[in-house]
């Protein structure tokens, strides 16, 4: 969430900045300022009612000890209501810091200043282009492609779960499996991340915390009563694993890198750009985590970008990058970079990874904060990208390395982790 001090210090300017997202979220600044000034305004009744009760207590004893048993009696009937006017004031702190807390989750946050400017995804711009387009006369999208070879099975996945899920199958599940086992070698073993494995389930409050609630509630796969969810990212679990800690400022920063199954509910409608693995309901990835200094945020938003291109480079797949414009970003980020890689069957380019920088946001939600050396509290930025998604990947994978002959070469840096060089129609599926 937005930190208070800085609505109070400079309103106008995170107006400003939030109402560059559309909609009408920035119209909550001004009730959150409302909030918080009838919210001071009790605890300085409470304050002075405080005092004054404590004042009295000593000046009851010394009527008291004075015989002057008539004015100590005045005195108390006054603590009285002194006191029922405290507790009416506290129930009524209470019900003003849930309120404005309630306002805080509720406003996104600000975009970065040097965020393109734009209402939607139109105005997003691209940044670079990483590699050359297949050269593919007639290319086959990966739907085909996997049917032909015995890769997939969306049928099966229908009448077991319904739409939107897929059943991988012999060389189909063992591609999925290198995968993973690959981007979570070149995470580790090269640029550097600690890899965690964690619940698949999360409380309610860890979603809160990264900010898929209130607003994306609807989105997600709920339990016990929405008490508990489906994890939609690693993101959730992973980066409130420093929910309410304070952490050393030697300690910063801290990478994490970890492989989930994600759990959405927004499929999408029937159609060709949602047609087999490109928009489902639960998906394969493995999600970055960075928690650093407030300084260094921006710079590590770079380095982790280029972690998750690395991956689409060592896989030799053409794609590009782009910058989100403060209409589409995210509702948690203030920066972000997605990467789209090249899908020549669908004849254009796949959301495969994006990375965010989150500045205090998330941190403020999850109540996590580090002390600097000299002892000051303060509260580090949060950042995460995917590193990468699995689907969109495989996608790519199939359509752009499919052969004339019908088979699926193998990337060179796959071969290791997958074992052959080559999917063939004739190949056995073990």
Same mark, same amino acid.
């Given at each position: ?31 959150? *300022? ?8 009790? &605890? ?22 004075? @015989? ?6 005045? *005195? ?24 404005? &807390? ?46 032909? *070879? ?11 779960? @319904? ?41 309610? %409050? ?11 509630? %609807? ?17 959730? #679990? ?10 050393? %400022? ?20 029937? @159609?060709? &750009? ?105 509260? #580090? ?5 995917? @590193?990468?998604? *699995? ?7 199939? %359509? ?9 070469r193998i990337p060179e840096a796959l071969v290791p982790y997958f074992g052959q ?10």
């Open positions: 969430m937005l930190d208070i001090r800085i609505i109070r210090e400079n309103a106008e300017y995170v107006k400003e900045r939030v109402r560059l997202r559309g909609g009408e979220h920035w119209q909550l600044v001004d009730k959150v *300022l409302e909030c918080d000034e009838k919210r001071r305004k009790i &605890e300085t009744e409470k304050q002075a009612l405080s005092q004054e009760r404590n004042s009295s207590s000593k000046l009851i004893g010394g009527l008291l000890k004075a @015989g002057k048993k008539e004015e100590a009696e005045e *005195l108390k009937k006054r603590m009285t209501e002194v006191g029922d006017r405290l507790r009416e004031l506290e129930a009524a702190a209470t019900a003003a810091t849930e309120e404005q &807390e309630a306002l805080l989750l509720a406003i996104p946050n600000m975009p970065h200043d040097a965020a393109p400017v734009g209402a939607d995804e139109s105005a997003n711009p691209v940044l670079r282009y990483w590699g050359e387009q297949p050269a593919l006369a007639e290319p086959k999208d990966h739907v085909q492609i996997a049917t032909e *070879l015995g890769l997939l099975n969306f049928e099966d996945a229908a009448r077991i779960s @319904g739409s939107g899920f897929i059943v991988y199958r012999g060389l189909g599940a063992r591609l999925e499996r290198a995968l993973i086992n690959f981007l979570l070698d070149v995470q580790t073993r090269q640029n550097g991340y600690e890899e965690v494995g964690v619940p698949f389930v999360v409380k309610r %409050e860890c979603m809160y915390g990264t900010g898929q609630l209130p607003k994306f509630e %609807e989105d997600m796969y709920g339990l016990e009563d929405n008490t508990m969810f489906n994890v939609p990212t690693a993101e959730v #679990p992973v980066t409130n694993l420093y929910r309410e800690q304070i952490l050393r %400022e030697a300690d910063l920063p801290i990478k994490m890198t970890a492989y989930t199954p994600c759990f959405r509910r927004e499929a999408g409608s029937a @159609g060709r &750009e949602n047609k087999g693995m490109i928009r489902v309901h639960q998906f394969d990835k493995v999600e970055l985590v960075t928690i650093c200094r407030p300084e260094e945020g921006f710079s590590t938003l770079e380095l982790l970008t280029g972690h998750a291109e690395s991956i689409l480079q060592k896989l030799g797949l053409h794609y590009r990058v782009i910058e989100l414009c403060t209409g589409d970003v995210g509702f948690s980020s203030a920066k972000t970079y997605d990467i789209e890689v090249w899908a020549p069957g669908q004849g254009k380019y796949l959301e495969v990874s994006s990375c965010s920088c989150f500045t205090d946001y998330q941190a403020r939600r999850m109540k996590l904060r580090y002390k600097t050396a000299d002892g000051k509290m303060r509260v #580090p930025y949060t950042l995460n990208g995917s @590193g990468t998604a *699995l689907p969109r990947l495989y996608v790519a994978l199939l %359509e752009q390395y499919q052969q004339p002959d019908g088979s699926v060089e080559s999917i063939s129609p004739a190949q056995p599926q073990a």
